[in-house]
């Protein structure tokens, strides 16, 4: 089993900043990729950002430009992904999920953003 622990949602006003962490550990393999997805009010959940364990990177081209994502890992134990958000707007508003997948898609729990003044 893979474990996913998501932090740093909360409020932003809009034109911020905010980052967020996923750290992933327990079975994991060097062969993966991880990645953000988000899940707003009465919508189906979407791709933000994806990381490749090569480090390719493909966005949703609503964030491209703003949103940065990025991975780390600590002898191949635990994974870290991160995802850095500028230029906020309220339509980024959303629950974002953190995904792990190695040909089965682990979930972690989701942390609100909210976009508001």
């Known amino acids: 089993q893979v474990q996913l622990v998501e932090s740093g949602g909360g409020l932003v006003q809009p034109g911020g900043s905010m980052r967020l962490s996923c750290v992933a550990s327990?079975?994991?393999?060097?062969?993966?990729?991880m990645g953000w997805y988000r899940q707003a009010p009465g919508q189906q959940r979407e791709l933000v950002a994806r990381?490749?364990?090569?480090?390719?990177?493909?966005?949703?081209d609503s964030v491209k430009g703003r949103f940065t994502i990025s991975r780390e890992n600590s002898k191949n134990t635990v994974y870290t992904v991160y995802l850095q958000m500028n230029n906020l707007k309220p339509e980024d508003t959303a629950v974002y999920y953190c995904?792990?997948?190695?040909?089965?898609?682990?979930w972690g729990k989701g942390t609100l953003v909210t976009v508001s003044s």
């Open positions: 995904n792990y997948y190695t040909g089965t898609d682990y």
């Open positions: 327990g079975r994991i393999f060097s062969t993966n990729s």
């Open positions: 990381v490749f364990s090569g480090g390719g990177t493909i966005y949703a």
